[in-house]
């Protein structure tokens, strides 16, 4: 008779997200590290270093001004969405359909959304010009779209569903009994936001402001496709130091950026584990 | 001191429902319920889902808005008064404590609310967790305690605040039947114990019968009886409360000069002036017995055992007589012999019995 303990092959269905995970993620990770530290001449620290220069240092606080206010933005906003959504009817058409389109908003980025963007509210776009005829000019001031607060806008039409999608899990957590105990024990509206929905909702809409944090730090396309000239923000400065075919072209710069964004992320997103792991426990 | 006199041993209030009318998108919920608890008392509302027991209680507590009636309270009328300002404690059926408090911040909550000081709140929510036996848990969260840790908790935490009422939505439903004997048990003694009014809404027949001084049986939205436990068993007024509290034989008969012929048996009614003509007499499982001289020849009373159920100092008998199965409850002294498949002939005794019309004989619980 054979002994010794059965090995388990349970963890078999997960081998090809395991090798997608290596490949895709771990791998280019551990590339760019390792470039970030090489140089002509072997192990080098010049490109942190080089990350002191001025316009990389005004790129890195854009790209953090950027996803905090599009973060903080968003946040706020899509909870008021999340909220409205979990109060109506669970099975209802609204929730059913705003759900719906926020699945596919928050992946709507890139290319399509800078377009859709300059086709509506460019300074050629139809809404602009429509406005104009009725002598209401938002650009009167100069055309702000191709900026960081063009940006903070179009980054919004991601963020905001994401926060919905990422926040309504722990709104629909939240009981109706609590807000009824907290009545029959004599609190207002404010006392049950104040003791009870408050502090139980606040490790998720943290945790959920960190994680559109980390989305909108790490966005690239939309920002390439919008602006053309330059590098506001930290992702194109990447871009820039790699594709550039004159004397910017310093790939081993451009993975001391992208590691230093790799490593605002890694934190944000480790936080946003922690304080998903709390919210998980309160609002099962 | 002990700890019931630490809840200050409160004395409790009259309430009142006057014709409380609720309706939710053309569904009639209430339909004119009235209701008056003594001041201490303990009304138990039952019945089955849909009734509107939990819409009375539910705008007693000023959690909702009647269409009409009034809401009175020691007096007061308060039909319009917020549920914040109206001093009323309440058990949710579950998952009703914050579950980012401790038991013992729990039960401060309400306290805290009313601005009683720290150290008076800590004693206060100490005492009442001692009155509720969880002198051990106070530092725990929800879901560090059973449900039925969790239900005493919220308990505690809807006396602590000494409420003028107090309301228990199904408090024990969630929970597994031991637990739930004993709870219902430990309810009874707290509430006796702080003496505050108190209205228990459930569905289940048997808590209601066991823990209240009286049982308001509802159905379509009014209190069809409302009296002590004993009466609702033994004299119910309607047929519907005849067949939703206990067991209840329906036994096709004729109904005839005030009397109903069973089976070859005549019953008097508790209606003596129904009408005559066909009817189903509701002939509870203990009005059903064994035929004192124990012939077994062919009869519409014999019949075979189909199963004995032992119930401690009674069983009950499931008797098939051939064209209806019927159940009689038997001191366990008469029916240890009475295995499946025995002969036996029933016969009833002379109760009075009420009558439903036009729905088929059957046995149902």
């Known amino acids: 008779m054979m002994g010794g303990r059965r090995v388990s092959l349970d963890w078999i269905g997960a081998v090809p997200f395991l090798v997608y995970v290596a490949v895709f993620l771990f791998l280019p990770t551990v590339i760019i590290a390792a470039g970030a530290f090489a140089g002509a001449n072997g192990l080098t620290l010049s490109n942190f270093a080089n990350l002191s220069r001025p316009y990389i240092v005004t790129a890195t606080v854009n790209s953090l001004i950027l996803s905090a206010v599009t973060a903080v933005a968003g ?55 429509w406005m104009l005829q009725h002598h209401l000019d938002f650009y009167s001031g100069g055309v702000w779209l191709y900026d960081l607060r063009g940006l903070e806008l179009v980054y919004l039409y991601f963020q905001i569903p994401l926060m919905v999608l990422v926040f309504l899990p722990a709104v629909d957590g939240i009981r109706p009994q609590w807000r009824e105990a907290t009545q029959s024990l004599g609190g207002s509206t404010w006392d049950y936001w104040r003791h009870i929905a408050g502090p139980l909702l606040a490790p998720a809409f943290l945790g959920s402001t960190l994680l559109l944090f980390a989305n909108a730090l790490s966005a690239y396309a939309t920002a390439a496709a919008l602006i053309n000239q330059g590098g506001p923000i930290l992702p194109l400065q990447i871009s820039n130091a790699i594709t550039s075919e004159v004397g910017l072209h310093e790939p081993g710069f451009a993975k001391a950026q992208a590691v230093v964004l790799i490593v605002i992320v890694a934190i944000v997103t480790a936080l946003y584990a922690l304080l998903q792991r709390r919210t998980a426990r309160w609002l099962q | 001191m002990t700890a019931a006199a630490g809840t200050g041993g409160r004395t409790g209030v009259e309430v009142r429902l006057e ?74 059926q579950a998952y009703s404590l914050f579950p980012h ?115 308001g049986v509802m159905n379509a939205g009014r209190i069809e009886q409302l009296g002590p436990p004993t009466t609702i068993y033994s004299r119910p ?39 005559d003509g066909p009817a189903i007499a509701l002939v509870r499982p203990e009005a ?50 009475l295995t499946a498949g025995t002969r036996v002939r029933l016969a009833m005794r002379r109760d009075p019995v009420l009558i439903a019309r036009d729905e088929k004989a059957s046995t149902e619980a």
Do not use: W
């Open chain 2, 288 to 337: 059903v017995t064994m035929a004192a001289d124990g012939d077994i020849i062919p009869g519409p009373m014999v019949g075979t055992v189909i199963a004995t159920v032992f119930l401690g100092a009674t069983s009950r008998v499931t008797v098939d007589l051939g064209d209806i199965t019927v159940l009689a409850q038997l001191p366990t002294s008469d029916a240890t012999s």
């Open chain 2, 101 to 215: 408090m401790t038991a013992m911040q729990n039960v401060e909550f309400g306290m805290q609310l009313h601005d009683v000081g720290a150290a008076e709140r800590r004693k206060r929510a100490g005492d009442m967790l001692e009155l509720v036996g969880l002198s051990a848990h106070v530092h725990k969260y929800a879901n560090q305690l059973s449900g039925g840790q969790q239900q005493r908790v919220a308990l505690a935490r809807a006396l602590a605040i000494e409420p003028k009422v107090l309301l228990l939505d199904e408090p024990l439903s969630a929970l597994d039947a031991r637990v739930r004997a004993r709870l219902r048990d430990e309810i009874r003694r707290v509430q006796l114990e702080v003496g505050t009014t108190t209205l228990f809404v459930t569905h289940d027949q048997e808590e209601a019968l066991a823990i209240a001084d009286r049982v």
């Open chain 2, 19 to 92: 014709d409380l009318r609720r309706r939710y998108a053309g569904v009639t919920a209430l339909d004119g319920l009235n209701l008056t608890m003594a001041p201490g008392e303990l009304v138990a509302l039952l019945g089955p889902s849909g009734c509107g027991k939990t819409t009375a209680l539910r705008l007693l507590a000023g959690l909702e808005e009647a269409d009409g009636g009034r809401v009175v309270i020691a007096g007061e009328d308060v039909t319009n008064v917020p549920a914040n300002k109206r001093e009323i404690g309440m058990v949710f």
């Open chain 2, 237 to 275: 007024a309607t047929p519907f409360v005849a067949e939703f509290v206990g067991l209840t034989n329906r036994l096709a008969g004729t109904v005839k000069g005030g009397e109903v012929e069973v089976r070859g048996t005549r019953l008097p009614l508790v209606k003596p002036d129904t009408a």
């Open chain 1, 75 to 129: 946040a706020v906003l899509g909870a008021l969405l999340a909220y409205a959504i979990a109060t109506g009817n669970p099975r209802g058409v609204f929730r059913r359909v705003v759900t719906s389109a926020c699945g596919v908003l928050a992946q709507f980025g890139g290319v399509t959304l800078a377009f859709a963007f300059i086709a509506t509210i460019g300074p050629a776009g139809f809404i602009y010009v």
